[in-house]
């Protein structure tokens, strides 16, 4: 028989006049065939009719009607072990669309929830058919007849915790532990629609810094409450141990995926009033100063206010505890640099500066460029030690005509042999760089003399340098900000405006200054910074980075990162850098504008979430 013969065999059409329609084919021949009527009545069955549309209405006043399913244990048993457990639940036709991997579900016990979440969805046949097959799929794209009552729709829950009200001396709380009772068979599957229970579920504080609203799938999780978002704030008091900004966060995402857009929401709710940090143990508190530096001149719109927000917006923010509009207290310091000049992007007040060759005295790698060899280093230190004790000012083009005096060379290289020949040529090469000269000091205050003007508690400082042409000279001054900062904080005599001022360092393309590297010059910088790191929560430093490739941030800076926020990457080395569980890396490729993965350990369980759609301040 050929296949098509077999599929017009028999052809079930609904007729929706009461009766079914079968159509039997008797012979090979058209003519035998044999169109019968059969009435209803002849395929009653003994069970209440069903109708797909009118389920669980019946179950009603015990929470159970706006349920996606129940609990099964037809088609393998319930179970939970120490390693994972194995809960299955049946999701009914009406639901089906709206469950999703991920989707966060609560199964109650009576006395407590089970708060679980969806990670594997199956469709398994009511009746056994082979439904891969040639015929069948032929006649399926012909006409398909199958309804989504024909198949049974199956959830695995993965428990997540258990939800249960725990007394305290106020009076009764929500708590959260470890799964470990699993559901009785038959009860109901709910969607979460209360927020302190998602929010204890996921261990999510209830209040602190905003970063955006729990979703799943790139849908916003919604709930019975006004607004009916889910905030996600990160800890920001010393009810468990420090604020978590002192453990650093990181905000990686490819070019474009709004990283600049949400650090400046994140940043903005540091600098409210109320937000106070102490400092060493002592009971003094203060606003922290945000120390940022701007690579693409976007940051001193703190600024302003979002000429775009609406009353609308006006109202969620407040419901949410989202600190938003202008920061008056934000001042852009400029580094003068002969030949090029600021215009600014904001009115804020603009304070010039610049860096005095002193300052090498102490941070040889300032002048000295990545991927120098030990030895040349070691020949940089030599050079500056002799050159800083003569007398005089020194200037970078006193050392220059040092260096590059023939006498110089003489002394070091072919008498002494201090430094190998051809080691000092090479330094020398390296170090002239005539847009340095440019950068030294300039006819402007020397920074170390401004310190108490940078680090001010509730101050917004702003370094751009995007006006500056030379990359070298770019990375000069963000890197002399970065030492100045971690130089004081980690010395005991270190200048009391920065070691007093509780300080957040928000870090753009940090990838360029924390890469692991060759060569003494980063090794230096990036051992002080992780030092730097380690003890943030001591003496007040918290870093923001923001980078596209976080993968070449060094391993030891990376680990004293707590905080992780997750962007679109589509570079695979960069997401495997990450080392998210499974399930959400997969995510990281698809996530959109605004959508994250939050690793905070400390914090909450790993999450999506959605930034704010609109900046709290100015940003174009
Ligand atoms: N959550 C968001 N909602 C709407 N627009 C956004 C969002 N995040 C970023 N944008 C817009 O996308 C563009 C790129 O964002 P930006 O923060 O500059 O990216 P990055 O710093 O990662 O290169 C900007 O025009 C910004 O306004
Ligand atoms: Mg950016």
Redesign the pocket.
Known sequence: MRDEDILSFVSRISSGTGTTKVVIRTSENEKDLVEKEIPLKEKQHPFEDYDPDDRVSEVSGNGSDNALGIITTGLEPLEITDTGARITGYITTKCRRDVRLGTYVIVPYGDEDLFARIWKLQYVQEYAVDDATEIHSRRMLHFNDTDEVDYKFLACLDPICILYEQKTNGGVSLARRMGDRIPRPNTPILPVTEKAKIQTGLNIPGEGIFMGHLSVGGELVKTQAVPPTVPYYLRNDYSMGDPLIFRHILVC??????????TKNILRQFMSESNRYRLRGSEEKKNPCLVIMDPQD?YSQLFEDNPELTREDDFNFRAEKVNFGACKNTRTFVAKVEGEAYTGRSRAEQIEFTIPFEMVRSNSWLIAPVGMTELQYLGVDLLLEDYFKRSGKHTYSGFMDFIEDDQTRDKYAVDSGKIHESSYDGIVRRVKNRALARVFDQPARPITEILGQIFRPGQVSVFPTEYITSPRIRDLITLTLMSTIVDNKLSTAGETAVKETPIILGLDEAHRYLASASGEHSRRLISKFADAARQGRKEGLGLFLIT?DPQDIDETVFKQINTRII?NLSNDAAIGAMKVRKEFEKRIPYLK??QMIVQSPDNSDMVEII?????VVR?I
């Open positions: 995402g490819s070019t474009g995926t709004g990283k600049t857009f949400l976007e596209q962007l504008k605004g930034g704010l759609s609109r900046c940003h």
